[in-house]
């Protein structure tokens, strides 16, 4: 029975993944819909943007990057979507700019960005990741996912709830590789909501 048991058992984990339950085999694969397709680029524009961004500069000027970024991130298969991601992704960066969240890092000392880990975890297993910001304000370290959901503010709390395996593992390598405990916010960038769990 341990012997089946360990067989079953997936080696390597991600926070997705473990969030989702999706811990043994691959869901089926299914056709992607036009506006997820869209909601997934944007987020990898989005992601490799601030991935580089120097937040103490004028967040309007992320903008001007946009379409640099768009160029790099859309394979030709892509390219009948490009027209909405690059509306997608100016909505996104226009109200992320205007939030108290990246207020919150303008003001902040950034630590580290697409911060790779690997870890032991559970029975044998090891968890991988890569965390999108870890900053320190007012003495503490944080660690922050950015999300881009389209969720308003008032779901943003219920949303971040959906999440909350993510931030914990996110919290375990930060906590592993530190040796401090982190605070964990979400950054919920199209309504430019923080959410701590």
Known sequence: ARW???RETPQHLTPTSLGRGVVQGRRPSAPVRQDAAVGRLAGVVVHR???QWDFSQDPSKLLGRAAAALQVALEPSDQSHAAAVAESVNELLVA??????YARLQSSEILGREVPFI???GDRQVMEGVIDVIYRLAGEVWVADYKTDA???DQAAGRAEQYRVQSEVYKAAVKQGLGTE???????LRCGAAIEV
Not at 96 to 101: E, K, L, P
Not at 182 to 188: T, V
Request: aromatic content about 24%; charged content about 10%.
């Open 4 to 6: 089946t048991t360990v």
């Open 49 to 51: 943007l601030l991935e």
């Open 96 to 101: 992320f700019g205007q939030s108290d969240a």
């Open 119 to 121: 870890m032991p975890w």
């Open 151 to 153: 969720v308003s503010t």
């Open 182 to 188: 982190p605070r964990f916010h979400f950054f919920f």
